[in-house]
Structure formats: structure tokens, C-alpha cells
């Protein structure tokens, strides 16, 4: 079976899990699929236990879902599946429905390389309640393992201070699609350049790369190893020098450097990829100095992330630049984003919107109703707080904000600053208002974003938490439907 083709294909439609179907096939079977609904994606606990995420995967969203549509295959796949009692699990007639039904939504987004916080809308999705609802399953893939991604590249970048930070984990990665779009989310998230080459193909990615310790292997001796690159690629000289003796290897590296110098090209640096990289690093630097190559980068590899590289800086390694590959791309100390996508209203088409909540014995596992906006409040220099409003109901002036986790703890908005709503015009209809910004553009965005963030929200290490509140009306509405779904109850 050729899995790729059967994979990748133009149609997706069945991207999703069986039982967003099956509730499809209820609207449909009771006659509610006439009904419109808003729908909001979320998370609810910051990545990584840091102070913030930085929303990505919108681009791949809007290309999914401005090619979706159920074809022929697909609904004879679905016309396949049986009950338990061996029974077809659908009716042809919901079959054809699904054949003519366009995904006709309103998108209103975060822009990618925005960063965000627990409770606040990444999406808002607004049409049919059948389409919203096959939706649940794929945007959430597309924007949770992405936003996960660009957030922990946005930490070790933060970690590099401004070294340069490649992003080597194709290798690692899951599958070919884990490792293309990690790619992509890692560098709207910070990183300067990938490994990847078809990443580097698809979306416009730096490529950056030199040779693994099998090429040193190749040869009887270090040096000739060396020199027989320097003579391939005389101007992409990164020699890595850990296969036998570290310090031996950077040694040879400045005779072959010398070497390379005398035909009119410049050694670029050496790689280290195990050991004690802060020793070994002020070692090779002497080395390097010594020898007449004060230019020479130190790069380093193996294992890195956040964490690993502040704990380098503290040492004063003199690393200059850093690939990170495993830790990165699988989000190695939290593999999931666990983001959410939770309906908070439904109409009659043109009617009043009957407002949704969900409840929850956990505490921070409920939903907010309403049709929800963000509105960030910032000095010049300075993000202060973010509100979740609902558009019907707008913001009451001089109003108060609510922990979205605990009605008890409530501020004041801040006076006077000016603000920004967050979520902007995507798709009206199924059709696009206007081009998304480009992955360069993302990328701007997030480095932008973050410098507008208190030093405290940046810390890796317990980090100050950012102000994100309910503002009164939707408060308030939330409030009566709890009231009103527990003396229902």
C-alpha cells in the first residue's frame, strides 16, 4: 500500500475522528444541522510551564479548510462502516448530504507569532453546526502541536539571547509531517534556519547544515577528513570534532583552516556535539584564537533546549550558536498543547444567539459563552492585560476583569492605556478576506510580540503570570448560565 499518496492527497476530509460524524449525523437526522453555531479554540494551561504560547498553525488551517470537501472516496469509505449490529453506520441520504454541503464558515483569528495565554480564543469559528463540527478535530492538530512548537522555540531563543538558534530535528521528529510542520512552527517561533530540506522547499526556511561524524569515519585520519571537505565545500566549512579527542579535533581543524585560508576561503567555525560543552567550548576558543581564528564560530549540538542552554550562558560558554533538534520538535517535556474547542452558542439562522457553557468539577476545565474577542491593553513600550469580551455585548467602560478559573479574583482594566482586539477578519463565508502574513512575517511578528512582554512573563523559570480576565457582561453571562444549568440540573 502506498501509504503517502493514500495520505496526501487533495482531499482531507476525513482528517478528523469518527464520532465528529457521528454528532453530524445526529444534527442532521433530527434537523438541526440547519442551525448555525460559534465555536472557540483555546488552551487552557501555558506550554511548559511557562509564562505564555505563541499562537501558529493558522496558515495551514485556512489551507485545509479552503480545499475541503467530501468526495466520492470518501463517502464510499463512510458508506462502508457498520454498527455493532452489522448494520451501515449512515444512511446514503446524509452520504449525499455530505457530497453537496459546503464548509461555508466565518473564521476570526489570532494572527500567527501572536503571543497568547490560557482561556483566550485562538479561533473563532461561526456557520453551519455541522461543519463547525467536523472542524473540532483537524484544527485542533493544526494549531496545537504547531503553537506548542513555535512556543518552545520562542523559549530556547529567549534562552540564546540573540545567538543563533538552528533547528536540527528532522530525525527525531514524528513522521514526515510532525517533522515538516515542526520545522515551520519552530522557525516562526525563532529559529534562525533548518536541517530540513523540504521544509526549506515548502515554506521559504533558511537551510543550514554541515557533515556528521560518518563522513570522519569514512577516512584513516581526522585531518584528511577535514581537508577532503574543506576541498569539496570550501566555503560551508563547519568541521565537527568530536569523533575521537575533542580538543585534537580542533587542532586539526585550524591546520586545515590555515590550509583553506591559503586558497582564499575562510573556515566558518567547528562543531561540538558531546561533553562538557562549557570546558570544552572556552578550550576550543583558545585554540581557535590562538591559531589565528578569532572569527570562528564555536557551534554546539546534542540534546539541547531552554533549559540546557542558559545553564551554558550562566557557565560563559562561548557558544555562539546552537542547533537544537530533538528536544525542539517533540516538545520533549510536554508533548501536547491540550488545546480545546468548545461550542458557546447556537441560533436559528438570523435568530438571537442561545448562549452555551460548559461545566466542570475540575477547576479551569469549564467554557466561557458567548462570541468571544480579545482585546489587549498596552503602553508604548509594554503589553499590560488581555480582556475576553463578547462582541454583543461589548466593554463597559472603567470595568472590572475576572480570573477566568476564579470568579474571586478580580482588577481593575488598566485606565487609560490604549488596546488592541486580537482576533481578526480570516475567512467570511469559506473565502478569504484577505492573504495571511507570510512565514517571514509570522516570524517578525512573534520576535516583535516578545519584547512587548514583562521581563517576569519571559522567565523560564516560575514565570510572573500575565493579566487575562473576563470582562463583567460576559462574567455576568457566564454566571446566570451556571445558575441556570445547575437548578436545571
Not at 116 to 139: D, K, M, S, Y
Not at 236 to 248: A, I, Q
Not at 295 to 309: C, F, M
Not at 363 to 375: A, C, E, F, M, W
Amino acid at each position: 500500500m502506498n501509504t503517502l499518496k493514500t495520505l496526501y492527497r487533495p482531499s482531507l476530509a476525513l482528517l478528523t475522528d469518527l464520532y465528529q460524524l457521528t454528532m453530524a449525523y445526529g444534527y442532521w437526522k433530527s434537523g438541526m444541522n440547519r442551525k448555525e453555531a460559534v465555536f472557540h479554540l483555546f488552551y487552557r494551561n501555558n506550554p511548559f510551564q511557562g509564562g505564555f504560547g505563541v499562537a501558529c498553525g493558522l496558515a495551514t488551517a485556512v489551507e485545509f479548510l479552503q480545499g475541503l470537501r467530501f468526495e466520492s472516496e470518501d463517502r464510499a469509505y463512510l458508506a462502508g462502516l457498520t454498527g455493532p449490529g452489522g448494520k451501515p453506520l449512515f444512511e446514503k441520504a446524509f452520504l449525499d448530504f455530505l457530497e453537496g454541503m459546503p464548509f461555508k464558515v466565518d473564521l476570526d483569528a489570532i494572527p500567527e507569532g501572536t503571543v497568547v495565554f490560557p482561556h483566550e480564543p485562538l479561533l473563532r469559528i461561526q456557520g453551519p453546526i455541522v461543519a463547525c463540527q467536523i472542524l473540532e478535530t483537524p484544527l485542533l492538530n493544526f494549531i496545537n502541536f504547531q503553537t506548542l512548537i513555535a512556543t518552545k522555540a520562542a523559549r530556547v531563543c529567549l534562552a540564546a539571547k540573540g545567538d543563533a538558534v538552528l533547528e536540527f530535528g528532522l530525525r527525531r521528529a514524528q513522521g514526515i509531517d510532525g517533522a515538516l510542520t515542526a520545522s515551520r512552527a519552530a522557525y516562526i517561533g525563532g529559529c534562525h534556519a533548518t536541517s530540513n530540506l523540504l521544509a526549506g522547499k515548502l515554506f521559504g526556511i533558511p537551510v543550514q547544515g554541515t557533515h556528521a561524524h560518518s563522513w570522519v569515519l569514512c577516512f584513516d585520519d581526522e585531518r584528511e577528513a577535514f581537508a577532503a571537505y574543506a576541498r569539496a565545500m570550501p566555503d560551508n566549512c563547519v568541521f565537527l570534532v568530536d569523533t575521537y579527542n575533542t580538543l585534537e579535533g580542533v587542532t586539526k581543524a585550524v591546520e586545515v583552516g590555515r590550509w583553506l585560508r591559503q586558497q582564499g576561503h575562510e573556515m566558518i567555525g567547528i562543531r561540538l556535539d558531546s561533553g562538557d560543552l562549557a570546558s570544552l567550548g572556552l578550550e576550543a576558543r583558545r585554540i581557535l584564537d590562538d591559531g589565528g581564528f578569532p572569527q570562528a564560530k564555536i557551534i554546539a549540538s546534542g540534546d539541547l533546549d531552554e533549559h540546557r542552554i542558559a545553564s551554558l550562558k550562566e557557565r560563559n560558554a562561548p557558544i555562539t550558536v546552537w542547533g537544537v533538534g530533538t528536544r525542539l520538535v517533540t516538545g520533549h517535556d510536554q508533548p501536547a498543547l491540550g488545546g480545546v474547542y468548545k461550542l458557546s452558542a447556537v441560533r436559528e439562522p438570523g435568530g438571537p444567539w442561545q448562549h452555551k457553557v460548559k461545566l466542570s468539577e475540575e477547576i479551569g476545565k469549564g467554557s466561557n459563552p458567548g462570541l468571544q474577542q480579545v482585546r489587549r491593553y498596552h503602553s508604548d513600550q509594554q503589553f499590560l492585560a488581555d480582556l475576553i469580551y463578547d462582541v454583543e455585548r461589548g466593554v463597559r467602560p472603567g470595568g472590572m476583569m475576572t480570573d477566568p478559573t476564579d470568579p474571586g479574583k478580580r482588577r481593575p482594566l488598566p485606565a487609560g492605556a490604549a488596546c488592541t482586539d486580537l482576533l481578526e477578519p480570516v475567512l467570511r463565508g469559506g473565502q478569504a478576506v484577505e492573504a495571511l502574513p507570510s512565514t517571514e512575517q509570522a516570524r517578525g511578528r512573534t520576535r516583535e510580540q516578545l519584547g512587548h512582554l514583562p521581563a517576569g512573563v519571559l522567565s523560564l523559570q516560575s514565570p510572573q503570570t500575565y493579566p487575562v480576565g473576563l470582562e463583567d457582561g460576559l462574567q455576568q453571562l457566564k454566571a446566570d448560565l451556571i445558575c441556570h444549568c445547575a437548578a436545571r440540573g
